[in-house]
């Protein structure tokens, strides 16, 4: 308890001395507020960027996605391959009955690119053969009209759902697109549904600009019209509850088994190890980006430890005299080290307001207008700095504490 009242006095006087320099003060802490404040700044722009991972992962399924992919059919069942049809619609039907853990399944087949032109310009667009579910996967809404539905699979209809940029191009403002028509490979293809248009802004770009820029049709009549077989490449599949991703997986293997007649000719891919590959990935921004910053705070750290043996060779008469008076070396000990730790403590304080105008001016050149501070990166970075104050204090504290009183008082 005595020790704790000799530092919290220690630590009044340590913020008279550092009031009545103020200029030796401000050098000793301008070290600690630029690190800290580039740390939280730092901390700030990589959670931003992990942010934006993140989102991109989740817009690709997230950790509930599983893929079904075709490969080639192993040595050892080469002479046997002919048994199994390969990878099929038809898969896509047998793993959604069979497998209760699956919530959305669809295969994908690419058609071709359209170029086509509108009212508004001319344009690009890559045409998929899906199921309904597909867009659902993809994190989209219908904004007009409808989806694709099993009927349209079933009868083999000629529709199609577009995206926003389709529309954007090809028609007048205020034109309803539903019940018109678009034209793939010579097809006539009537729109039952408009995309809702996907932005998120990264660096003045639109990521999900893609997923504007599509046409959708039903796969099985693109089977029929443009392969002539009911063949898939991919077959995607969410499942309902990630808790549950590894008996769904063990669930579509052993349907594929059974369909396919043992034959490995596919694989089944989940997004664990895109998961583990982000995981890792965030950890070495934070590491890297995080370390160069603490090199900014040891160097603030240093820079006290100077400043603190400067001011002891100025004060060494006036420890002379609070010894001679009766002052033990614990208490010369704890006053220098809370003086450390009091400027160390200020400049963390400092250095967090200078971050979050930092970060508030990089929003601008970074397109980050939702980038923020994070809370755990400002504590962080004030226990860090305070930590450097302990031990850039500890040195020039025990120096103060053993020096001789006679000596000290004969120093002029």
Same mark, same amino acid.
């Given at each position: 308890?005595?020790?704790?009242?000799?530092?919290?006095?220690?630590?009044?006087?340590?913020?008279?001395? $550092?009031?009545?320099?103020? $200029?030796? /003060?401000?050098?000793?802490?301008?070290?600690?507020?630029? +690190?800290?404040?580039?740390?939280?700044?730092?901390?700030?722009?990589?959670?931003?960027?992990? =942010?934006?991972?993140?989102?991109?992962?989740?817009?690709? +399924?997230?950790?509930? @996605?599983?893929?079904?992919?075709?490969?080639?059919?192993?040595?050892?069942?080469?002479? $046997?391959?002919?048994?199994?049809?390969?990878?099929?619609?038809?898969?896509?039907?047998?793993?959604?009955?069979?497998?209760?853990?699956?919530?959305?399944?669809?295969?994908?087949? %690419?058609?071709?690119?359209?170029?086509?032109? #509108?009212?508004?310009?001319? +344009? %690009?667009?890559?045409?998929?053969?899906?199921?309904?579910?597909?867009?659902?996967?993809?994190?989209?809404?219908?904004?007009?009209?409808?989806?694709?539905?099993?009927?349209?699979?079933?009868?083999?209809?000629?529709?199609?759902?577009?995206?926003?940029?389709?529309?954007?191009?090809?028609?007048?403002?205020?034109?309803?697109?539903?019940?018109?028509?678009?034209?793939?490979?010579?097809?006539?293809?009537?729109?039952?549904?408009? @995309?809702?248009?996907?932005?998120?802004?990264?660096?003045?770009?639109?990521?999900?600009?893609?997923?504007?820029?599509?046409?959708?049709?039903?796969?099985?009549?693109?089977?029929?019209?443009?392969? #002539?077989?009911?063949?898939?490449?991919?077959?995607?599949? =969410?499942?309902?509850?990630?808790?549950?991703?590894?008996?769904?997986?063990?669930?579509?293997?052993?349907?594929?088994?059974?369909?396919?007649?043992?034959?490995?000719?596919?694989?089944?891919?989940?997004?664990?190890?895109?998961?583990? =590959?982000?995981?890792? /990935?965030?950890?070495?921004?934070?590491?890297?980006? +995080?370390?160069?910053?603490?090199?900014?705070?040891?160097?603030?750290?240093?820079?006290?430890?100077?400043?603190?043996?400067?001011?002891?060779?100025?004060?060494?008469?006036?420890?002379?005299?609070?010894?001679?008076?009766?002052?033990?070396?614990?208490?010369?000990?704890?006053?220098? @080290?809370?003086?450390?730790?009091? $400027?160390?403590?200020? #400049?963390?304080?400092?250095?967090?307001? @200078?971050?979050? #105008?930092?970060?508030?001016?990089?929003?601008?050149?970074?397109?980050?207008?939702?980038? /923020?501070?994070?809370?755990?990166?400002?504590?962080?970075?004030?226990?860090?700095?305070?930590?450097?104050?302990?031990?850039?204090?500890?040195?020039?504290?025990?120096?103060?504490?053993?020096?001789?009183?006679?000596?000290?008082?004969?120093?002029?």
């Amino acid at each position: 308890m005595h020790l704790i009242m000799d530092f919290i006095v220690g630590i009044s006087n340590g913020f008279a001395e $550092i009031m009545s320099h103020k $200029i030796r /003060s401000l050098l000793s802490m301008i070290g600690i507020i630029l +690190g800290c404040a580039s740390l939280v700044a730092t901390m700030s722009i990589v959670e931003n960027t992990l =942010k934006e991972e993140r989102r991109a992962f989740e817009d690709m +399924g997230g950790i509930n @996605l599983v893929q079904v992919q075709r490969q080639e059919v192993p040595a050892e069942q080469a002479d $046997i391959a002919s048994l199994s049809k390969g990878l099929t619609i038809d898969d896509a039907y047998s793993l959604r009955y069979s497998v209760p853990l699956i919530e959305l399944i669809s295969p994908q087949n %690419w058609v071709s690119w359209e170029n086509m032109r #509108g009212k508004n310009g001319r +344009g %690009w667009f890559p045409v998929y053969g899906i199921f309904g579910d597909n867009i659902e996967m993809g994190k989209m809404e219908v904004e007009q009209g409808r989806s694709l539905c099993e009927m349209d699979m079933q009868t083999y209809s000629s529709v199609a759902v577009v995206g926003y940029e389709y529309v954007r191009l090809m028609f007048g403002p205020g034109e309803n697109p539903i019940g018109k028509f678009v034209r793939i490979k010579g097809a006539l293809y009537q729109i039952v549904g408009v @995309l809702k248009e996907q932005i998120r802004m990264v660096n003045n770009k639109n990521v999900l600009r893609g997923k504007n820029r599509v046409i959708y049709i039903p796969i099985t009549t693109a089977a029929m019209r443009y392969s #002539g077989t009911r063949d898939t490449n991919i077959i995607y599949i =969410k499942v309902a509850d990630a808790n549950y991703l590894s008996d769904a997986v063990m669930q579509i293997e052993n349907t594929l088994n059974q369909t396919h007649n043992g034959i490995q000719d596919f694989t089944v891919k989940t997004a664990e190890s895109e998961l583990e =590959k982000l995981k890792e /990935s965030e950890l070495k921004k934070q590491l890297s980006l +995080g370390g160069i910053a603490l090199i900014s705070l040891l160097v603030g750290g240093i820079g006290i430890m100077n400043v603190m043996l400067a001011a002891i060779n100025e004060r060494i008469r006036e420890i002379g005299v609070r010894k001679a008076l009766g002052a033990r070396s614990i208490d010369i000990f704890i006053q220098f @080290l809370a003086e450390s730790v009091m $400027i160390s403590f200020l #400049g963390g304080l400092f250095g967090m307001l @200078l971050s979050i #105008g930092l970060v508030y001016i990089l929003r601008i050149p970074l397109d980050a207008p939702d980038m /923020s501070v994070p809370l755990n990166a400002m504590i962080d970075a004030l226990l860090f700095s305070l930590s450097i104050g302990i031990i850039s204090g500890l040195y020039p504290s025990v120096r103060a504490a053993l020096l001789d009183p006679i000596t000290a008082l004969r120093y002029e």
